[in-house]
Structure formats: structure tokens, C-alpha cells
T-cell receptor, first 113, second 113 residues
Framework: IAGITQAPTSQILAAGRRMTLRCTQD?????MYWYRQDLGLGLRLIHYSNTAGTTGKGEVPDGYSVSRANTDDFPLTLASAVPSQTSVYFC????????????FGEGSWLTVV | GESVGLHLPTLSVQEGDNSIINCAYS??????FIWYKQESGKGPQFIIDIRSNMDKRQGQRVTVLLNKTVKHLSLQIAATQPGDSAVYFCADASSGGSYIPTFGRGTSLIVHP
């Protein structure tokens, strides 16, 4: 079982460009999440999805969008990247949105120049 | 949502010593907590969890203690090894409603040989 797969592993992106970070899980988890991790700020929730077809905003949603067309995939899109979006992005999933263990991918390192 | 905090940003110990990492939470209704280990360049990995109907839970070389009276939990690592060097997070992944998991900022554990 692979768990959670994120792609790309790392990317350097020019400001203003559009970028989609991919996330796939094979655990049939209902809930999925996107976090960004910045030094000194810990993990901050960007968007989440309780189940396929639904999404919700987290703590820092501005500049990001997500979709959940099916159970396995939860892509994160930066419509027009800005340098402040330079960060490490972690996709995560759990069986349900609350009261369940959350599993993380290995991260996508994004640098916006 | 309620925040989860860690008391110390860095903990240095000698190999073979026991380590204790602390975490405070503010929501008295919180009922499920998770400890994660994050090594440099990797995603957070599940270590151990505890639900509010327990005060203590033990794993391999790790013990989590939960004190609901003062809203505090701790992670104890026995016979700390250099491979334990990492950042440790506590997470409040409580059940109920649309409660979204939140994470502390992390404590960096440094183990000196």
C-alpha cells in the first residue's frame, strides 16, 4: 500500500504562473487535507474535503483552490503563484474528518521566484 | 478553532536519557490527540494516539500521558536514540461536528551521542 503520493516532489515556479500539486491516496479515506508548513508557523490548513464532491476552506485558503472529483484525488491549484506561497505543502488524509488518525504524504517543496 | 501549543521549541538530551515533550490544549471538549514525528525533509509520521477515555497509552519506547484536568499531554521517549532526533508535533484531532484537526508548532528534539 503506497498511502499518500504527492507530485511533484519539488518545483521552482515563476511568479504569476499556474501550478497544480497532485495528491492521491489509496486508503479509501473519506477526508483529505492540504497543509502548508513554514518555519516557525507549523502546519496550517489550506483546504480540506470531508468526502468526494465537497470541499471547505481552512486557515489560509487565499490564492489556492481544490477539487475532489473522486475519493482518491485531491489536487491543489495555485492560480497565479506569488513568492509568499513558497513553502512545503503536505497532503493528508483520514478515514473521517474528525476523530481519526491523519496520515501525511512526503511533501511538495515549492519555490516561487 | 481551538489551538494546540507546545511548551518548548527545542529539547536537547543525551543518548540513553528519557525525553519528555509537552503539549497543552485549550478546548476542554477535545477527545482525541495524536503525536507525530517529522524528520528533516519528510512528512509527519504517526507515533501514537490517545483518546480522552484514557490517561496513559504505551507503545514501543513511547508513552503518552493525558491530563484532562489541566488540558495537558506529554510524549515520553525512553532510552532516547540519535534516530529519535526530529521535530515532534501534537495534534488535536477531536471528533464531533466539523472539527478540523489542528497541530502544534512542534518541538525539535536533539539527541547527542
Amino acid at each position: 500500500i503506497a498511502g499518500i503520493t504527492q507530485a511533484p516532489t519539488s518545483q521552482i515556479l515563476a511568479a504569476g504562473r499556474r501550478m497544480t500539486l497532485r495528491c492521491t491516496q489509496d486508503m479509501r479515506h473519506n477526508a483529505m487535507y492540504w497543509y502548508r508548513q513554514d518555519l516557525g508557523l507549523g502546519l496550517r490548513l489550506i483546504h480540506y474535503s470531508n468526502t468526494a464532491g465537497t470541499t471547505g476552506k481552512g486557515e489560509v485558503p487565499d490564492g489556492y483552490s481544490v477539487s475532489r472529483a473522486n475519493t482518491d484525488d485531491f489536487p491543489l491549484t495555485l492560480a497565479s503563484a506569488v513568492p509568499s506561497q513558497t513553502s512545503v505543502y503536505f497532503c493528508a488524509s483520514s478515514y473521517r474528518c474528525s476523530g481519526n488518525t491523519i496520515y501525511f504524504g512526503e511533501g511538495s517543496w515549492l519555490t516561487v521566484v | 478553532g481551538e489551538s494546540v501549543g507546545l511548551h518548548l521549541p527545542t529539547l536537547s538530551v543525551q543518548e540513553g536519557d528519557n525525553s519528555i515533550i509537552n503539549c497543552a490544549y485549550s478546548n476542554s471538549a477535545s477527545d482525541y490527540f495524536i503525536w507525530y514525528k517529522q524528520e528533516s525533509g519528510k512528512g509527519p509520521q504517526f507515533i501514537i494516539d490517545i483518546r480522552s477515555n484514557m490517561d496513559k497509552r504505551q507503545g514501543q519506547r513511547v508513552t503518552v500521558l493525558l491530563n484532562k484536568t489541566v488540558k495537558h499531554l506529554s510524549l515520553q521517549i525512553a532510552a532516547t536514540q540519535p534516530g529519535d532526533s526530529a521535530v515532534y508535533f501534537c495534534a488535536d484531532a477531536s471528533s464531533g461536528g466539523s472539527y478540523i484537526p489542528t497541530f502544534g508548532r512542534g518541538t525539535s528534539l536533539i539527541v547527542h551521542p
